[in-house]
């Protein structure tokens, strides 16, 4: 593991009884960096950040923050979460209600016996953060679930922790808030240089605001990446699905090499980039929606796949067409920019690059 | 940890224990551990067949009529658009506070043969014969159901709070007439609740025991509960009839409760969720006098004629309609709070109340953090230990303690000491289930949230988790404080000259004085947990404030 990894956890698991909630994983976080783990409800993702707050008990394994070990199966040792100096905004924001904004924010620095000069200075500047410095005085459970939220932020942030979690806290927001607080937050993030742990069920939530995404599935992870890079080369099918729009396109690999060629079950042929090789025994090629070009004249490119088919349904959304198309190897889901209106019914052809073709197995 | 929950396990099975084996004992009573055993007391119980008749009877009558009134009651007030709306709900409450007690001697007073204060009026407008006589089976059900019955309403109306409107507003959506609607979805779906309510119901009427003591022993109507009262109270006594019938009691009710339990459990519908809604109320037009006047009527025989009756009785030197010929004295308040008789029973009570409450709030609080809050292993097991006392008739459960006690060398007996312990574990299961929801409220992520911030235990507690519990908390004190007030069933066994409770004495002058006394006495009790009443009334009325 490297010098400079804030977080490390190594071989961690967590069991309830016979159930295993968290089995063997491991990863480490850079300093200032902001890791997302994303996956769907129950793949232990929140059970995973909560044992590195030490509110969950782990069965094994090893949990280090800046060096230090807080929990250690191995050498019994588990340092109680009031001892860990992280700090973390819950899904439910947790906002104390018997108290006032200011003193919701106070609470960390009270706790660590500041002077009081030191407090209202650091109780203002964290609510200047997220724009708050009006509320103070407000009794805390006066607040919208916006506010609340930036409150959870300000108290999280108040006594300058060295690690911050984040338990999907934007799950209980509208989505043109959730959109909003995301790009505040990662702002703040980066501004404070906080290592950040963050936990989501939303992939394009994890995408958007984190430096590394842990994929974790069932209590394991699948692959730990850039967004970019889990984006497009997604490692397992799993990941393919979860993450982004797909195709999942079924048939056999019939050729290997640096570009193999596959065939689809309609019995279409499809130039597929491999720059590590392929095994030859995969049947399935994941494709982004995103990366398939539409044109309603059909004519050939160079190295792209080159298909036709005929539009099935299109589909309107605003900031992009999703389209349906019917081609020989079944449907195809289609992303394009609103300012490509084809009808529906209409011949097209249908061109992608081997390099956004990702073989898979399974 | 263990060291609460062990002693708190045995205070609740240790007596139960004694119960089991003095039904056993065939030889000298109330020795420990029995020298000859065998089921000889159990099968004399076959020349109480009268006996176990009135019980189902009575116990039969008062579940319908307290179902009629609950079913009816529930569904008005939360379903009807009836002038006045849901301030009647809490109203609804009070019979129950007011103890059966207080009832039973209420509609005494009201109904009884010959001096009832109605029968009396009856007898001036319309001719010599009685209208009522509450000294009968039917008037210990009536007044059994008025008194005891109020869970069938607090359990019916939380059925019916439960359900989502949006499950009836799609059925009328999709065609359903208002009748189809209610047949077909509405009741099927509060069938279980109602179902469960019944079922409880009925084994709460199996172990009362004060309405059918104060209206059933003059007559020589006994049930279940009765007799095991005076066969204590026979030269000598007979422990094995009491503590046969006080265990086949026991286990009548445990298999009925467990039958209402597995109603709810089976029948209750995913949809049926804990949140409460506030349903849409059906506009029931010029009907909604009716209903509100039957809620009225209700009120008028469950709060206001009884209480109305010992009022007027209570400063009279004898009782009477007939206002011109009434001498009204206060000698009767005299008398009652000086202290010979009721004064140092009532002094007893608030001393019992007034700590077993304190006590019971703080060990409780413990043991209800443990059972719903920590990740001990065997925690359902110790609930369900804990609860155990729900199912024991509280006059069997006072006999075992009795037993228990007399048999340990620490001389307890005869004390409050002896008293206060007895009133901790039967309220264990009350004090439990009040301080889990309350505790169930508050979100565990508030407590997370200041252990992440780096608070330790202590300072957890006292500035998160108590500040967030305490009007919870003092609505447990207070139901505490009013249960031990009212207590009877268990003190009447527990107490001695030297360590007087009021409901038990009471129920003495009741037996041994005038009704005018004893009138003064209920009035003197019933004022005194009202005034908790308000109280507690006030406290959860903040606490919701502080939820929304």
Same mark, same amino acid.
């Given at each position: &593991? #490297?010098?400079? *990894? ?6 961690l ?6 159930? /295993? $909630? =968290?089995? +063997? ?32 008990d ?44 200011a ?28 724009? &708050? #410095?009006?509320? *103070? ?13 930036? /409150? $959870? =932020?300000? +108290? ?10 984040f ?29 950040s ?38 490692a ?25 060629v596959f ?31 539409l ?53 097209v ?14 | 940890m ?7 396990a ?70 009807t ?43 001036l ?51 359903g ?100 809604f506030?349903p ?18 209700y ?17 009279q ?17 005299r ?32 043991l ?27 006059l069997?459960f ?31 299961p ?23 911030c ?10 998160v988790?108590?500040p967030?519990l ?5 609505a ?46 209920a009035?003197?009790l019933?004022?005194?947990i ?19």
């Open positions: &593991m #490297s010098d400079t *990894a804030c977080i490390e956890v190594a071989g698991c967590v069991a309830y009884g016979d159930t /295993v $909630a =968290v089995d +063997r994983i491991a990863f480490s976080i850079q300093q200032g960096e902001l890791a997302t783990l994303l996956g769907p409800s129950g793949c232990g993702k929140t059970t995973t950040l909560r044992a590195i707050a030490g509110l969950e782990p069965t094994t394994g090893l949990i280090r923050l800046n060096g230090d070990s807080v929990y250690d199966s191995a050498l019994r040792v588990n340092v109680p979460a009031e001892k860990r100096g992280l700090s973390m905004v819950f899904q439910s924001y947790a906002i104390w209600p018997h108290m006032t904004v003193e919701n924010v106070a609470y960390g620095l009270k706790v660590r016996r500041r002077p009081r000069a030191e407090i209202d200075k650091e109780v203002r500047r964290a609510l200047d953060l997220v724009q &708050m #410095s009006g509320f *103070a005085d407000r009794p805390a459970s006066k607040l919208s679930g916006g506010q609340q939220q930036r /409150v $959870a =932020v300000a +108290r999280a942030v108040a006594f300058s922790p060295s690690v911050l979690l338990d999907e806290p934007l799950s209980n927001l509208d989505a043109k808030l959730r959109a909003e607080m995301r790009v505040e937050l990662r702002e703040l993030q980066q501004r404070l240089g906080i290592t742990v963050y936990v989501t069920h939303d992939q394009e939530e994890a995408l958007a605001i984190s430096d590394h995404v842990i994929v974790m599935n069932k209590g394991r992870i699948e692959q730990i990446d850039a967004p970019e890079a889990l984006y497009n080369r997604p397992s099918l799993f990941v393919a699905d979860f993450v982004g729009a797909a195709n999942l396109i079924e048939g056999k690999v019939r050729q290997t090499g640096l570009v193999s065939e689809t079950q309609g019995g279409q042929f499809l130039r597929v980039a491999t720059p590590q090789g392929a095994s030859g025994s995969e049947t399935k090629v994941a494709l982004r929606s995103a990366y398939i070009v044109q309603a004249d059909p004519s050939g490119a160079e190295n792209a796949n080159f298909a036709t088919g005929t539009i099935h349904r299109r589909m309107f959304h605003g900031d992009f067409i999703q389209y349906v198309v019917d081609w020989p190897a079944g449907q195809l889901m289609v992303r394009r920019p609103p300012t490509e209106m084809i009808a529906e019914g209409a011949l052809s249908i061109m992608f690059s081997p390099e956004h073709c990702v073989l898979l197995s399974g | 263990w060291l609460v929950l062990l002693p708190c045995a205070l609740v099975l240790y007596p139960v224990l004694f119960i089991v084996s003095e039904s056993l004992n065939v030889g000298e009573p109330g020795v420990f551990p029995p020298e000859a055993i065998s089921l000889a007391n159990f099968a004399g119980l076959k020349d109480d067949a009268t006996i176990i008749g009135h019980t189902l009877f009575v116990a039969i009558a008062a579940t319908a009529m307290a179902v009629i009134f609950g079913f009816a009651l529930a569904w008005i007030l939360t379903r658009n009836i002038p006045g709306g849901n301030r009647f709900e809490r109203l609804m409450e009070l019979p129950y506070y007011m103890t059966p007690l207080v009832g039973a001697m209420a509609w005494g007073v009201l109904a009884g043969p010959k001096t009832g204060l109605l029968n009396q009026i009856w007898h407008l319309v001719g010599p014969e009685d209208l009522f006589n509450i000294y009968s089976a039917w008037g210990i059900a009536w007044v059994m159901a008025l008194f005891e019955g109020t869970v069938a309403f607090v359990m019916i109306s939380a059925a019916m709070k439960s359900m989502d409107p949006s499950l009836e507003e799609s059925a009328r959506v999709l065609g007439g208002k009748l189809r609607t209610a047949l077909g979805i509405t009741l099927p779906l509060v069938a279980p609740g109602v179902l469960s309510a019944i079922v409880f119901v009925f084994a709460e009427m199996l172990g009362a025991f004060a309405a059918a003591f104060v209206l059933g022993i003059p007559g020589r109507y006994y049930v279940v509960t009765t007799a095991i009262w005076e066969s204590t109270q026979e030269f000598p006594p007979n422990y094995g009839r009491a503590a046969a019938l006080g265990l086949s009691l026991f286990i009548a009710m445990t298999v009925t409760l467990s039958i209402a339990r597995l109603i709810m459990r089976k029948g209750s519908y995913a949809t049926i969720t804990g949140k409460a506030r849409r109320p059906i506009n029931v037009g010029a009907m909604r006098w009716l209903y509100l006047a039957f809620v009225l009527f009120l008028l025989v469950a709060v206001i004629l009884p209480i109305g009756a010992l009022l007027m009785t209570s400063f030197k004898f009782a009477t309609v007939v206002l011109p010929d009434s001498i009204f004295t206060l000698e009767n308040y008398v009652a709070l000086s202290t010979g008789t009721l004064g140092s029973a009532f002094v007893n009570s608030l001393i019992l109340g007034i700590s077993v409450a304190t006590i019971g709030v703080l060990v409780m609080g413990v209800t953090w443990i059972v719903y809050r920590s990740r001990l292993p065997g925690r359902t097991a110790i609930e369900y230990v804990l609860m155990f006392p729900q199912a024991v008739p509280r069997v006072g006999l075992g303690l009795l037993w228990a006690w007399i048999n340990i060398p620490i001389p307890i007996y005869g004390t409050l000491w002896l008293l206060g312990i007895a009133y901790f574990t039967v309220f264990l009350l004090g439990l289930r009040t301080l889990a929801g309350v505790v169930l409220q508050v979100d565990r992520s508030l407590e997370e949230c200041a252990c992440v780096g608070a330790g235990w202590l300072h957890r507690m006292r500035t988790s108590l967030l305490r009007p919870g908390i003092a447990a004190w207070l139901l505490i404080f009013i249960a031990s007030i009212r207590e009877l069933g268990a003190s009447l066994f527990l107490m001695s000259p030297q360590s007087k409770v009021v409901s038990p004495a009471i129920i003495n002058a009741w037996l041994s004085s005038s009704s005018e006394l004893s009138a003064a006495m009035m003197i019933t004022a005194t009202f005034v908790a009443v308000i109280v507690l009334f006030g406290v959860a009325r903040t606490f919701t404030r502080a939820e929304a």
